[in-house]
């Protein structure tokens, strides 16, 4: 059915049912003279929603924190939480509003407001998010949505001439944010901290029933009743590994850093979530640090799976006050480090286009320093991978471009031309290291189908990322009230794995001044 009305929507609400101890009834704070800035057709598509829904009696409105569309119960969550490793005691929805849980075509999901004003948990925030952090949240999140990585997904971005100060006087924006749910480690942890166990209980099995989980089939069960209280929530944490080790590892194979992974913007959902001072890296370094707030580099781009594993036992210590035994949950988060690489392994062999094959195969790789002369067996995919991003990290080779270049050589392989390497070692300074490789790849390229690696590797390895200077020169232009090159983006980002003639330059190597940009927690 399309939703052709605010009338026709379906207000289910389930998380506002939980009770007062979970939220305060806010009202919000209207962003003065708003205008819509930018919408998604596919999140609305996604809703079940006409196309015309930005004209609905109401809609922008309701989406500036004005009056609430009819049904819908706005509201703001507590929630507490782990940040940069230390504790940080109550924080909640300080500038979120949820405005309510709708049905579509795809299960429930909640609409949440970024930037509505401020809340209960506002602490000495102002409850407003600027226009910057806000196009980079809307534009990121469609193209993890475009790229097949879990996220929460926007619909709406309205502007305001209302400012803010941050380091300097910034206009404002807001920002509808979907998801099935908007819960977090948080949460959790906020009820375990006061002693709550009741809620903590009642959180718990609100959230391991919800759909969009589907835990019944991941523990191979028709009902969840059919297993104890402790079985089903031990079974949440080890699905919260598995799943956190294909997230994070999706997260490693296109290059993206998150930033601030806190346990208070770690979805319940394994969705990636709260797009500060992420980045998709340039130049491949593993070292790299995306967020300049973060001196320590505790998110560093190599860092995220332990981080990943650190908080998920923060959200053990949590259900500690259900399960009261540590074995058992050291045991269902332990998954993590079984799991994580085998999806990286997953993750590498597509963006390689090998098969299992490979796997099996020794392969072997001369040692680049000569004076040690070793030769070096390359025995799966996994160790070409290591090899070409350590060859990429000690020259700084472009993320994006080095795997598009490679996928584009193997399509060329495949179609008889037998030295299609050239764009690969035009991208290297000094081919020492990377003429062993290449022959090493190549041999294994031959164990399977040329073709069939080529097309895999190019539905894997993304032409277009949402690299910093794109998104900057999008808020340049939205700070003037020009929305096209959000738009122009949006078109790009939302299908990353095709070619767009004629927009090469978003693609290529990002310009000098890039370099200089810093994005810190600010927002
Ligand atoms: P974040 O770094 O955006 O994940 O936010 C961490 C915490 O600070 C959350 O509780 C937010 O709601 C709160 N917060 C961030 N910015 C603001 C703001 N401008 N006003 C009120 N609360 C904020
Ligand atoms: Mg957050």
Not at 48 to 76: C, T, V
Not at 138 to 150: D, K, T, Y
Not at 420 to 434: H, N, Q
């Amino acid at each position: 059915m399309r939703i052709l009305s605010p009338q026709q929507l379906n207000w289910i609400n389930g998380f506002a049912a939980l009770g007062d101890a979970f939220h305060t009834r806010i009202e919000g704070s209207v962003l003065p003279q708003s205008k819509w800035l930018a919408s998604s057709e596919i999140t609305a598509r996604h809703l079940g929603w006409s196309e015309d829904w930005r004209d609905w009696p109401g809609m922008l409105e309701a989406m500036s924190a004005g009056q609430p569309l009819k049904g819908s119960i706005p509201l703001a969550s507590v929630y507490s939480g782990h940040q940069f490793g230390t504790w940080a005691g109550q924080l909640g929805d300080g500038r979120a509003m949820y405005l309510g849980e709708i049905e579509t075509p795809h299960g429930s999901e909640e609409l949440q407001l970024k930037g509505s004003g401020p809340t209960p948990y506002s602490r000495r925030g102002d409850g407003r998010a600027v226009l910057r952090s806000s196009v980079r949240e809307f534009l990121c999140s469609e193209a993890m949505v475009g790229l097949g990585i879990p996220t929460t997904r926007v619909l709406a971005l309205v502007s305001s001439p209302l400012s803010v100060w941050r380091e300097t006087q910034e206009s404002t924006a807001i920002v509808t944010r979907i998801a099935p749910s908007f819960i977090r480690f948080g949460h959790f942890e906020h009820f375990a901290s006061i002693g709550d166990i009741g809620n903590l209980r009642t959180l718990a099995d609100y959230t391991l029933r919800l759909k969009a989980l589907n835990l019944g089939a991941f523990l191979g069960v028709d009902r969840l009743e059919d297993l104890s209280p402790n079985e089903q929530y031990l079974g949440f944490l080890k699905w919260m590994a598995h799943r956190y080790s294909q997230l994070i590892s999706q997260w490693q194979g296109v290059g993206f850093c998150h930033g601030v992974m806190n346990t208070d913007n770690m979805s319940a959902l394994a969705l990636t979530i709260d797009y500060g001072p992420f980045q998709f890296m340039d130049a491949f370094d593993p070292n790299h640090i995306c967020n300049h707030t973060d001196t320590q580099g505790r998110y560093a781009f190599k860092r995220q799976p332990q981080v990943a594993y650190w908080n998920l036992f923060c959200l053990g210590q949590a259900f500690m006050s259900l399960i009261n035994d540590s074995e058992p949950i050291v045991q269902a988060l332990e998954h993590f480090k079984v799991q994580f690489p085998l999806e990286t392994e997953k993750v590498y062999l597509a963006k390689l286009g090998l098969g299992e094959k490979s796997k099996a195969s020794h392969i072997k790789i001369q040692s680049a320093d000569k004076a040690e002369n070793t030769t070096q067996m390359l025995d799966s995919g996994v160790s070409l991978a290591e090899e070409i991003l350590q060859i990429m990290a000690t020259q700084g080779v472009d993320h994006t471009i080095l795997w598009r270049t490679l996928s584009h050589a193997v399509k060329s392989l495949s179609q008889g031309n037998p030295s299609p390497w050239g764009p690969v070692r035009d991208l290297f300074i000094d081919g020492s290291r990377l003429e062993p490789w290449l022959s090493a790849y190549e041999h294994a390229l031959h164990m399977g189908d040329l073709a069939q690696s080529a097309q895999t590797m190019l539905n894997t390895n993304p032409k277009f990322v949402l690299r910093n200077h794109l998104g900057e020169i999008a808020i340049g232009q939205a700070k003037q009230g020009d929305p096209s090159e959000i738009e122009r983006l949006i078109n790009l980002l939302s299908s990353p794995f095709d070619e767009h003639p004629g927009f090469e330059s978003y693609a290529d190597h990002p310009p000098a001044w890039a370099k200089s940009i810093e994005i810190s927690c600010s927002s």
